[in-house]
């Protein structure tokens, strides 16, 4: 039965990067013979030639294009194993594979990504999606940690840690229009008043409805959108307020862009960090976890729920 030889490969992917067999033999400290051995052994188990022999030097063949794709490939994989397993930085560079979802503040994201960002042996990439799915990938082991305004409660079956980072407070937001509404008492004055709401999903949403609903008062819903960027946009088109964390429209409440009419004392946005528990974790996401939780502004109260280092064991 034919298989793969871990060191066959890597003595393909010198030759490839030389195409010469004494140049690779010599980085290799191996003789021109026994490398040509090696080779030969490799071509035998991949049932085709790698190489065209001819008077100037190697050419790979249409095959030995393929195979050298896969050969750097489980090459790369290969020492990244043994960077994580020495806990070393991989491959000279740190890589942060982050999954947030997609009802998340970008400013937020920002925020808590910039030291990684300004950082020249840092790679970080990202994933977007609803939190089920991007904590069947922190399961996977696919991503090192998610950043949500969701809790996500931890059991037998997922042992993860989950940190709140930072509490911001909810407001109505809407263009310099309607400053000569902002006399609006909330939430008495709010009836067949336009807004634009996260999803029903969203838990500030639910305390929204629930503050009208005590009130008596129904608003006029323009929209609904359980994306934080769709609500900046639309509350720039000054049709309506919108219900967002002042954070999210920032930029736009510096330049005077938007205005935050009325702030809700009673509702609260939460973010936080889910990180999984692993043997090895990735160095970098406790660092940012720390610098997140260490701020002036960090809610007081950790709600770390495994009392233990961000994704340590």
């Not at 013979?33 to 190697?58: C, K, M, V, W, Y």
Request: with cysteine; net charge positive; aromatic share 6%.
């Amino acid at each position: 039965m034919s298989f793969l030889n871990y060191h066959h490969l890597r003595y393909f992917r010198v030759i490839a990067r030389e195409l010469s067999l004494a140049r690779a033999a010599e980085k290799l400290n191996l003789s021109p013979p026994a490398l040509s051995i090696q080779l030969r052994q490799l071509e035998q188990n991949l049932g085709h030639d790698l190489f065209q022999r001819t008077r100037r030097g190697l050419i790979l063949t249409e095959a030995g294009k393929v195979a050298l794709d896969y050969a750097e490939t489980i090459g790369r994989a290969g020492e990244e194993l043994m960077d994580v397993m020495q806990h070393r930085p991989r491959g000279g560079r740190q890589i942060l594979r982050l999954g947030a979802v997609a009802t998340l503040s970008r400013n937020f994201q920002l925020e808590f990504l910039r030291p990684a960002l300004h950082r020249p042996d840092v790679e970080v990439i990202g994933r977007s999606g609803n939190l089920r799915d991007l904590l069947l990938l922190l399961q996977a082991h696919q991503i090192d940690l998610v950043l949500s305004n969701q809790d996500a409660r931890p059991n037998d079956a997922t042992p993860w840690h989950c940190h709140l980072l930072a509490e911001e407070p909810v407001s109505l937001v809407g263009t310099v229009a309607w400053k000569k509404r902002a006399k609006l008492k909330f939430p008495d004055d709010f009836q067949d008043i336009p807004v634009i709401l996260p999803s029903l999903e969203s838990n500030t949403r639910a305390g929204f409805d629930q503050i009208l609903a005590s009130a008596g008062v129904r608003p006029r819903i323009l929209a609904e959108f359980d994306d934080m960027a769709m609500l900046r946009l639309l509350a720039r088109e000054g049709e309506g307020l919108a219900l967002v964390p002042p954070v999210v429209v920032r930029d736009e409440i510096q330049r005077g862009e938007l205005i935050e009419t009325h702030r809700i004392p009673e509702l609260r946005e939460t973010f936080h960090a889910i990180t999984p528990s692993r043997r090895f974790p990735n160095p970098l996401v406790g660092e940012l976890v720390e610098r997140m939780t260490q701020r002036p502004s960090a809610p007081t109260r950790s709600k770390t729920r495994s009392g233990s280092k961000p994704g340590i064991a």
